[in-house]
Structures are given as structure tokens and as C-alpha cells.
């Protein structure tokens, strides 16, 4: 497995990509909450709740969905 830290544009970490074995892929926040996953198998990327939110690997745009959520909401 390997880990691959996703920085906003000041050089912060805001998130990580988490890439199995097998070619999957589990997006985390700065917390290590999970927030999607990416299934190779399938070539699609779900969200938190199983939602499907893209075709292909949109695996880092959850992270940065996230980062902005919560900036806006400061």
C-alpha cells in the first residue's frame, strides 16, 4: 500500500491517497476519515456512502470537495 499526501495551494496537507494492492484507492481526509473510495475493477469512484460521483479515478477531487466545504464554512 501506498500513501500519497494531497497539499492545498500554501503547502498544507488537506487529505490522502491510500492505494492498494490490487489498484484501488481510499481517499481520507486531514483526519484519516474515509471519504471515497476508487475501484479499479469497476473504473468508478464512490463517495462516503456509496454514491457514484465519477467515472474513472476522481479519487483526489473528494478531497478537495472537502477542503472547500470547509472553508466556506469559516
Do not use: C, P
Amino acid at each position: 500500500m501506498t500513501r500519497t499526501k494531497i497539499k492545498d495551494e500554501y503547502g498544507r496537507i488537506i487529505g490522502y491517497i491510500e492505494e492498494l494492492d490490487n489498484g484501488d484507492k481510499i481517499a481520507k481526509d486531514f483526519y484519516g476519515r474515509i471519504l471515497g473510495k476508487y475501484h479499479k475493477d469497476q473504473n468508478k469512484t464512490m463517495d462516503f456512502y456509496g454514491r457514484i460521483v465519477g467515472k474513472g479515478d476522481v479519487s483526489s477531487g473528494l478531497i478537495w470537495e472537502n477542503h472547500y466545504k470547509k472553508q466556506n464554512e469559516k
